[in-house]
T-cell receptor
Framework: EAGVTQFPSHSVIEKGQTVTLRCDPI?????LYWYRRVMGKEIKFLLH????????ESGMPNNRFLAERTGGTYSTLKVQPAELEDSGVYFC??????????FGPGTRLLVL | RKEVEQDPGPFNVPEGATVAFNCTYS??????FFWYRQDCRKEPKLLMS???SGNEDGRFTAQLNRASQYISLLIRDSKLSDSATYLC??????????FGPGTRLSVLP
C-alpha cells in the first residue's frame, strides 16, 4: 500500500512569489493534516481536514496560507505571497481513525 | 511553557547501552500518546503508541503516568540504527498532534 506522498520534495522561491504544495494521503484515509517545521523549532500543526471539510484550521499562521481538499482526496497548500519566515519543512499526514497519523516525506520550502 | 517538553539532549551512548527519554505534557485533556522517531531529513515515523498500563515492543518500553503528565521511553541494548531524533507526541482524541521538540540520540560504535 502506498504511503502519504507529497510534491514537490523541494521548492526554492523568491519572496513575494506563490508556491503550491500537494499532498496525497493514504487511500481511504478521511483525515488529512498539514504540519510545518521551521528551522530549530518543533513540528507545529497547521490544519486538519475530514474529507473535504476543514475540521480545525487554528494553526494556520495568517491569510497568506490557503488549504483545499476538493473531493476529499488530495490536498493543496498554497502560500501567496511567500515571506522569508515561511521557509521550513511542510509535512502532510493522514489517518483512517482518529489516532495514529502517517506522515509524508515533507516538502522543503526555502524562500529567498 | 511549551505544551510538550522533552529532554534537550543530545544523548551520545555506546552500543549496547540502555537509554531513557523523558517527556512531560501540560494539557491534562490529552488522551493519546505516541513516540515517533525521525531520521535526519526524513519524516516522523511511528515508533510506538503509549498505553496507560505501559507497553513494550522488543527493546523499547514506553510508560505513561497520567497523574504526573509524564511519558518515558526506554531503549535497551542500543543499536547503531537507533540513532535518530525521538519525538514525544500527544493529542486530544481526533484532534491535531502536538509535538515535543525531540531528543536526539547518537549510538556510538
Amino acid at each position: 500500500e502506498a504511503g502519504v506522498t507529497q510534491f514537490p520534495s523541494h521548492s526554492v522561491i523568491e519572496k513575494g512569489q506563490t508556491v503550491t504544495l500537494r499532498c496525497d494521503p493514504i487511500s481511504g484515509h478521511d483525515n488529512l493534516y498539514w504540519y510545518r517545521r521551521v528551522m530549530g523549532k518543533e513540528i507545529k500543526f497547521l490544519l486538519h481536514f475530514v474529507k473535504e471539510s476543514k475540521q480545525d484550521e487554528s494553526g494556520m499562521p495568517n491569510n497568506r496560507f490557503l488549504a483545499e481538499r476538493t473531493g476529499g482526496t488530495y490536498s493543496t497548500l498554497k502560500v501567496q505571497p511567500a515571506e522569508l519566515e515561511d521557509s521550513g519543512v511542510y509535512f502532510c499526514a493522514s489517518s483512517q481513525g482518529l489516532k495514529t497519523q502517517y506522515f509524508g516525506p515533507g516538502t522543503r520550502l526555502l524562500v529567498l | 511553557r511549551k505544551e510538550v517538553e522533552q529532554d534537550p539532549g543530545p544523548f551520545n551512548v555506546p552500543e549496547g547501552a540502555t537509554v531513557a527519554f523523558n517527556c512531560t505534557y501540560s494539557n491534562s485533556a490529552s488522551q493519546s500518546f505516541f513516540w515517533y522517531r525521525q531520521d535526519c531529513r526524513k519524516e516522523p515515523k511511528l515508533l510506538m503508541s503509549v498505553y496507560s498500563s505501559g507497553n513494550e515492543d522488543g527493546r523499547f518500553t514506553a510508560q505513561l503516568n497520567r497523574a504526573s503528565q509524564y511519558i518515558s521511553l526506554l531503549i535497551r541494548d542500543s543499536k547503531l540504527s537507533d540513532s535518530a531524533t525521538y519525538l514525544c507526541v500527544v493529542n486530544n482524541y481526533g484532534q491535531n498532534f502536538v509535538f515535543g521538540p525531540g531528543t536526539r540520540l547518537s549510538v556510538l560504535p
